[in-house]
Structures are given as C-alpha cells and as structure tokens.
C-alpha cells in the first residue's frame, strides 16, 4: 500500500460524451489531466484509468430495468417516449449521446475503484465523479447514476463502519442525501446555494437526523466558507468521527461558473479539501458540476496539488498555459465578459474574501444544534 494518493481518470471522460451545446458539452476531466501532467503531478504508478462498471455493480444501488433502459437507449440511439417520461432520459437536461451509458458505467467504475483504493487506507482523486444529483431509477440534473452513492456503499461493505460525505459542490447533493437518509453508518453535510436548483437542501432538512445542510445567499464569498469548514463541517466531522470521508467537489461555486450566483475562489475550495482530507485515514474526492471550463480544470488541478501538498505555480509554464488556451467554450452568453488572461497563464484564483453574513452564521449556528 502506498501513503501517496492516486489519481483515477479514464480515457472516455477525454473524448466527446454531452453534445456541446449542454453545460456538460466542454472538456473538464481531460483538461485536468493534461494540466496536471505537464505540470509533472502525475509520476509513473499514480494515474488509474478507470474500470466499466459492471450491471451487477450498478445494482447495488441502481434499479436494474433502469439500468437495462439507459443501456438500450445507447444502444437503440434512441429514446422512446415512454422511457424519456418514466426515466428522465433524452431529456434536454440529461440527453442521449452516443456513448451515454459507457461513460455514466464508467463514471461510477472509477468511483467504486477509487472507493476499494481508499478502504485499505490512503487517498483517492477521481475528478470524473461527483454525480450527486442522480437517483435509483432516473436521471436527474445531468447525471444518469450517482457515483458518490457507489463509493459510499463500496466502503461500507468494504467493512468500514462509518463514512462521512461532505457535498461543497454549489448546488445541493439531493440523490445522496435521499439514498442514505435515516442510515445511521452514513452522516452527510451539504453547503450550496439557497434557492437554487434543485430547491431541496433546507436549513430544517436534516434527512431522517444523519444530515445537514447549509443554503447560503448569493455572493457567498471565501470568508464565508472557511468559516462554513471550520465551525460546521469539521466540528460535525469529528463528532462523528468517521472511517473514510467522501467529498463531492463541485468546481460550480466558484464566482466564475455560469450556473450558480457563489463567488468563490479556487482557494477557499483547496482549503476545504485540505481541512477534510485530515479527518480520517481515508480520503476519496470527487468532482462534480463546474460549468466554465477554465475556472473548472484549474480548480481541480489545484485539488490535485493540495492532496499531494505540491506548491502552485504563480505563473504557468507555457505547456500547461497551452492546454487552458486550447480549451474551447460554447457558452455565448457569458463570452461578453471576455475572458481574462489569468485563466491561461495561472491556477489560483485572486481571494475572495469578504463580510461573514448573517444568514451564513445562522446556518453554521443552526447545523451544530443537536
Ligand atoms: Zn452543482
């Protein structure tokens, strides 16, 4: 067993999957590789490319005719109605694509390998997952089966007694909090934005007593959640005192992303992996949503850097500058802002800090009640 994390990735996640109209449609997990490498952070024995899961292992959580529906549907290249209205699938919100099952199969191979990585000690990064809004027997916003899920249950029937999920992606983590609500092996806490799809996550919302959630206003700034870490995730944490953590990293909080109204920088959520990576002798990250390409793979190339402590080049060499340049973005409506040069030639973001609002320590002060 080796004390260095291991980073899981696969080559679908790096070839055309969302068509590229979809917020999904834009290369992510390729990026981070890229970056990552001609940064020099992945030596030889630390990169894994992710297994396919199997129909077997989806079913640990998933409903088979599910399963069985969305397989047909790649391989039909179509959706009939019936299976669009009962499954959620060819929608506009979760489209067929040619290779919609392989890589939703793949995308929770990783995670479940990452999982059985992690349950004999040690770290695991798996960018490609985080699909946490994805439900027993449908898609739901953008994920077709729900990967943290997986890796959750893979730990636990690893033998471990107790897993704790931290969710810091901007929207709420809904799918995992409904598969393990009132499961007393599993605690799970949540900050994302208030209001904001998929409008569950409430402050009173406590799942059945193994949850917690923290909605936070519009402009949540880094301030804001280092304290939503320190006094409401961690003191939680420990009270808890989990074998492994599990952390849904969204990059879709950050201010730069199109789909939330959060301000973050990348470095509040490099912090944040750092604080949780040290609860337990088990550590596995996932990705999630993070809708702006660049904000999104320097994020987590930096998530990879804080998990190995390699320090962030204030400047880019110009072989990774040239993969954040390479990168292509159909999102026009937000093309007006321009896009500055740091998104090519840096990682960290500028700080956000800012005023701890009201309504933020509420929700801190409110988690921690008993
Ligand atoms: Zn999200």
């Known amino acids: 067993m080796t ?6 990735g696969g080559e679908i996640f790096c070839r055309r999957g969302y068509p590229k109209t979809h917020p999904l449609g834009i290369a992510r997990v390729a990026a981070v590789i890229d970056l990552c490498e ?12 992710s297994p396919m899961a199997s129909e077997a292992e989806l079913a640990r959580f998933h409903d088979p005719a599910y399963i069985a529906a969305l397989r047909r549907a790649q391989r039909d290249k179509r959706v009939p109605v019936e299976i669009r209205e009962r499954y959620a699938i060819g929608t506009l919100e979760n489209p067929w694509f040619e290779t919609v099952y392989d890589r939703a199969a793949f995308c929770c191979g990783g995670a479940i390998a990452a999982a059985r990585h992690v349950a004999a000690g040690g770290t695991a990064y798996y960018p490609a997952g985080g699909t946490h809004h994805g439900r027993r027997d449908r898609a739901s916003g953008f994920c077709y089966f729900n990967d943290p899920v997986l890796a959750i249950y893979a730990l636990l029937d690893a033998g471990l007694g107790r897993v704790f999920y931290a969710d810091i992606d901007g929207h709420h983590g809904d799918g995992v909090e409904l ?3 009132g499961d007393p092996r599993v605690f799970m806490v949540s900050v994302h934005e208030a209001g904001r799809w998929p409008n569950t996550g409430g ?19 880094d301030s804001e959640m280092d304290l ?15 074998d492994a953590v599990v952390v849904t ?3 879709d909080a950050l201010a730069e992303d199109p789909l939330t109204r959060l ?3 990348n470095g509040a959520l490099w912090r944040a992996v750092a604080r949780l990576a040290g609860l337990a002798p088990r550590t596995l990250i996932l990705g999630g949503g993070g809708y702006n390409p660049w904000a999104t793979a320097r994020c987590w190339a930096g998530v990879w850097a804080t998990l190995n402590r390699y320090p962030i080049p204030d400047r880019l060499p110009p072989a990774a500058e040239e993969v954040l340049r390479g990168l292509d973005w159909n999102f026009e409506d937000l093309e007006d802002e321009g896009r500055p040069e740091r998104w090519f030639t840096t990682l960290a973001d500028p700080p956000r800090p800012g005023p701890v609002r009201d309504p933020v ?6 988690v921690l009640l008993a």
Request: contains cysteine; charged residues 20%.
């Open 203 to 221: 402050l009173a919302d406590r799942a059945g007593g193994n949850a917690r959630n923290l909605p936070v206003p519009a402009g949540f700034n």
């Open 249 to 251: 990293c969204g990059a």
């Open 179 to 181: 598969a393990f609500a």
């Open 38 to 49: 001609r940064l020099d952070w992945l030596p030889a024995g630390r990169y894994v490319e």
């Open 361 to 366: 320590r509420a929700a801190v002060a409110a």
């Open 263 to 265: 301000s973050l920088s």
């Open 3 to 8: 004390a260095d994390p291991l980073f899981f």
């Open 228 to 242: 939503a870490i320190d006094e409401a995730f961690l003191p939680l944490a420990r009270r808890f005192a989990p």
